[in-house]
């Protein structure tokens, strides 16, 4: 029964980050999606389990990988399973660059107003420790010196309850003039 033998991987996954890191290493494996065909009275001769693995470390990435082909297989071979992990790239670590944050946080001070920009040292210090994000701008930082720059779109007292990646995120429209004038300011400003 391939979603027993899922069930059981998904299980195994989730010792990695609760019994094989350390606390203090941050490293997320998330298992988003567990798929299956089949009716509802059949059983199972296939399913897939889909999810995401983000590290500051490339080291704690490459040892999470390897525990990840390890316990998936053997759990398989122990009902008598076969296991494939497929990995579809992954994101490198964001590098936000010193210099263009102090110049972007300072200039956005100016156009915004200082009550209405924060820095992650603002928002509890070190990034790394509370933010597990991912994304493909990080490539680009790996190239030139850069910084990501975070718009609110939306305040729970004004309607818009929900977070980025809740399934019913929705955004005020009314603030994409804003990104599109921080995006505009800050690029004359800096290539200038």
């Known amino acids: 029964d391939a979603l027993t033998v899922a069930s059981h991987i998904l299980l195994g996954l989730q010792e990695i980050s609760a019994r094989e ?6 490293a997320i494996l998330t298992v988003g999606t567990v798929q299956s065909e089949g009716a509802d009275n059949a059983i199972a001769d296939s399913a897939i389990l889909k999810g995401t693995l983000r590290s500051f470390d490339e080291k704690v990435r490459k040892m999470v990988k390897k525990r990840m082909e390890q316990i998936s297989k053997n759990i398989a071979k122990a009902f008598r399973a076969t296991a494939e992990i497929t ?4 994101c490198p670590t964001l590098i936000n660059d010193g210099k263009v944050s102090l110049f972007v946080e300072e200039t ?10 924060f820095s992650s040292n603002n928002l509890g210090g070190d ?33 818009y309850p929900y977070p980025l990646h809740h399934p019913k995120a929705a955004f005020d429209e009314g603030g994409l003039w804003i990104g599109s004038a921080i995006f505009t300011l800050i690029g004359c400003k800096y290539l200038s």
């Open 87 to 90: 990995y579809n790239g992954g």
């Open 108 to 117: 956005l001070k100016k156009i915004l107003g200082v009550e209405r920009v």
């Open 127 to 159: 990034v790394r420790a509370n933010s597990g994000g991912s994304e493909d701008f990080a490539y680009i930082s790996h190239k030139i010196p850069s910084v990501m720059v975070a718009l609110g779109a939306g305040q729970q007292d004004k309607g």
């Open 21 to 26: 890191l350390p606390a203090a290493t941050p």
